[in-house]
């Protein structure tokens, strides 16, 4: 999701959520204080979504990584095996 993507929605969330709760407690106090625990709640929540997804994608690619080096050492015994025949023909 890109960066501008996000914050429109962020401040369309924090604006639907301050109306409303400014409805509900008529108070501008309480208003504030409650839509700023809500927009640092909601970058909690986007900082965390970033971390699992970077921390996906490296165990991801750790274990093609893994799988490549296993083929590479197959393929080198493979050709090892095959030099070996040849050398004694």
Same mark, same amino acid.
């Given at each position: 999701?890109?960066?501008?993507?996000?914050l429109r929605g962020f401040i369309?969330?924090?604006?639907?959520f301050a109306i409303?709760?400014?409805l509900l407690t008529a108070s501008l106090w309480s208003t504030f204080v409650q839509t700023a625990?809500?927009?640092i709640l909601i970058q909690i929540g986007y900082f965390?979504?970033?971390?699992?997804?970077?921390?996906r994608s490296v165990s991801k690619e750790?274990?093609?990584?893994?799988? +490549?080096?296993?083929r +590479?050492?197959?393929?080198?015994?493979?050709?090892r095996s095959h030099l070996a025949h040849k050398a004694d023909q």
């Open positions: 999701m890109s960066f501008l993507l996000f369309i969330v924090l604006l639907a409303s709760t400014y625990i809500c927009g965390v979504a970033v971390v699992l997804m970077v921390w750790s274990v093609i990584e893994k799988a +490549d080096i296993q +590479d050492e197959s393929e080198r015994e493979q050709l």
